[in-house]
């Protein structure tokens, strides 16, 4: 399978992947048998103000969850949660064949935007 240009350089030289965990940051995870995706965002009130990314998957699953975090930032909450994988499809030039690897990122997106801590 060719990749694309984009998935190509976003596989290669992610902008976005997480280094090291900080503080205060809202986790979202989703899995398949082949991919996991753990994404987290940093709010500031209800507008992402960072969002970082690890994953273990296909190049395209990288690209995407690197489009994503790139994508939700400076958003809302409700603004981020109209990212939607047709949208990464076409910014990445992805073949229908891996929409699979969109959705589980696209899964991990809603776990983080919809996550509600624990209170004790």
Sequence with gaps: MQLSGVVHAR???PAN???ALRP???PGRAETP????ALWLWLDH???REAAFRVRGCPVTVAAADYVCE???NRTRAAARGLTV???EQALSSPPERRGALLVVSDALTSALEYQPVEA
């Design 11 to 13: 596989f290669f030289t």
């Design 17 to 19: 992947r997480l280094e």
């Design 24 to 26: 205060g940051a809202i």
């Design 34 to 37: 082949d991919a996991y995706v």
């Design 46 to 48: 209800d507008r992402v």
């Design 71 to 73: 994508r939700v930032r």
């Design 86 to 88: 047709a949208e990464m």
